[in-house]
């Protein structure tokens, strides 16, 4: 069992940043892990993520904007968001260990957190 807690959600302007961070039971360097959003209304959207010995994966929405990076010391799994958009406002989640190829399918993800709520807006 993987018990993950996602924090630093929060308002922010367009054009900001904010960083958010999953701490993970266990160490986040022995499995992938992700980020997905969901926004009111919408289905919930693949954002990046991390596999192991693969590097990083990332969203058509969010690329070159997002950055992720993993302190297997620490547990954690962070998302960086530069260049925030409105669109970016979402109910974000980070999940953990890999079930199939299809990294960007939420039902290929074995464990979840909660959420952290982001919203971007003046």
């Known amino acids: 069992q993987v018990q993950l807690v996602e924090t630093g959600g929060g308002l922010v302007q367009p054009g900001g940043s904010l960083k958010l961070s999953c701490a993970a039971s266990g160490r986040t360097d022995a499995y992938s892990m992700a980020w997905f959003r969901q926004a009111p209304g919408k289905e919930r959207e693949f954002v990046a993520c991390t596999i192991q010995n693969a590097g990083a994966r990332f969203g058509d929405s969010v690329k070159g904007r997002f950055i992720i990076s993993g302190d297997g010391a620490a547990n954690t799994v962070a998302l960086h968001m530069n260049s925030l958009k409105p669109d970016d406002t979402a109910v974000y989640y980070c999940?953990?260990?890999?079930?199939?190829?299809?990294?960007?399918?939420?039902?290929?993800?074995?464990?979840w957190g909660q959420g952290t709520q982001v919203t971007v807006s003046s």
């Open positions: 999940a953990a260990l890999l079930n199939s190829g299809d990294f960007a399918r939420p039902s290929s993800w074995n464990y």
